[in-house]
């Protein structure tokens, strides 16, 4: 399995932005199809958004779509979630994924992942 460590969290006011990385260790992080997750209290964690291990294929869930980028660097082992207008709803614990899959798949499914971060705050104040 790959070891996942998120940073990148932190408050922030509604409208803004922030960038989240995802550092991978361990395997071939290359074969490896992403995804970001997040859980706020008293909710159950749901997708936000994969990208798959070419990087050509992206996916994204509807509440994010148009204001949060995946992408990643396989160079450098991270993946990234550029989060721009950011509103209250965006508070969250956030997680990364990974899962080994063919070259574009990405895969929306938590259950599906095999290897999981520790996760990262990030707070929007209203």
């Known amino acids: 399995q790959v070891q996942l460590v998120e940073s990148g969290g932190g408050l922030v006011q509604a409208g803004g932005s922030l960038r989240l990385s995802c550092a991978a260790s361990g395997r071939t992080f290359s074969s490896y199809a992403m995804g970001w997750f997040r859980q706020a209290p008293g909710k159950e964690r749901e997708f936000v958004a994969a990208i798959s291990w070419s990087g050509g294929s992206t996916y994204y869930a509807d509440s994010v779509k148009g204001r949060f980028t995946i992408s990643r660097d396989n160079a450098k082992n991270t993946v990234y979630l550029q989060m721009n207008s950011l509103k209250p709803e965006d508070t969250a614990v956030y997680y990364c994924?990974?899962?080994?899959?063919?070259?574009?798949?990405?895969?929306?499914?938590?259950?599906?992942?095999?290897?999981w971060g520790q996760g990262t705050q990030v707070t929007v104040s209203s």
């Open positions: 994924a990974a899962v080994v899959a063919p070259y574009t798949v990405v895969v929306e499914n938590a259950l599906e992942y095999e290897s």
